[in-house]
């Protein structure tokens, strides 16, 4: 049964930092690129960062460069979301998914977790 499970979400004070973990099983993880959404009310879901199946190539978007970096643990089946100064605007629910690389893109299995709450308020 394949799982996204987000964790390490809640309130922060801006300012402050948050580190998300996104665990995955039930599938080859290492055959997957990694990226975390983030989506608030009455927004479009917006990528937030990318990471390819190594972990040797990452993209953030401008929105959150500088601030956010993404890694991946290929030994734990681990993906992370590092957040530094976090911003009113950076409020959302985040979620992972998983893309399979190689594969033309109508073909490719995607997952998605059930996503997480990060809530940026004084």
């Known amino acids: 049964q394949v799982q996204l499970v987000e964790s390490g979400g809640g309130l922060v004070q801006p300012g402050g930092s948050l580190r998300l973990s996104c665990a995955a099983s039930g599938f080859t993880f290492t055959l997957y690129i990694m990226s975390w959404y983030r989506q608030s009310p009455g927004k479009e879901r917006e990528l937030v960062a990318s990471i390819s199946t190594s972990g040797s190539s990452t993209t953030v978007a401008d929105s959150v460069k500088g601030r956010f970096t993404i890694s991946r643990d290929n030994t734990k089946n681990t993906v992370i979301l590092q957040m530094n100064s976090l911003r009113p605007d950076d409020t959302a629910v985040y979620s992972c998914?998983?893309?399979?690389?190689?594969?033309?893109?109508?073909?490719?299995?995607?997952?998605w977790g059930q996503g997480i709450q990060v809530t940026v308020s004084s």
């Open positions: 998914k998983a893309v399979e690389y190689g594969v033309p893109i109508s073909g490719a299995r995607i997952y």
